[in-house]
């Protein structure tokens, strides 16, 4: 089982990034897909999720209206478009898949947004 982020770098305050996360060895269309953010100090927070035929998500108040969750489940991969950003979305960034009690995490990407 693997989870391969990707998408993740330096960009300026307004800016946007879209991560990547592609994955193997399960059956993607079977697990909802989460988007977690780790900041140093501070504990991992759920940003976005979706569900595994997504046709439903979820966001955190925080990003609300800035980013955006989205999946192709021919491809296995699920994103997460990144918009209007700020120096507090500066985190690793995971991706975790869920179904039931099993779930899977990547090894993160850091996005850091600074001037």
């Known amino acids: 089982v693997q989870l391969v982020e990707s998408g993740g770098g330096l960009v300026q305050p307004g800016g946007s990034l879209r991560l990547s996360c592609a994955a193997s060895?399960?059956?993607?269309?079977?697990?909802?897909m989460r988007w977690y953010r780790q900041a140093p100090g501070e504990e991992r927070e759920l940003v976005a999720a979706i569900s595994s035929v997504g046709r439903s998500t979820s966001y955190a108040d925080s990003v609300k209206g800035r980013f955006t969750i989205s999946r192709d489940n021919a491809k296995n991969t699920v994103y997460l478009q990144m918009n209007s950003l700020n120096p507090e979305d500066t985190a690793v960034y995971y991706c975790?898949?869920?179904?039931?009690?099993?779930?899977?995490w990547g090894q993160g990407t850091q996005v850091t947004v600074s001037s």
């Open positions: 975790n898949a869920k179904s039931n009690a099993v779930g899977y």
């Open positions: 060895g399960f059956t993607f269309s079977n697990y909802g």
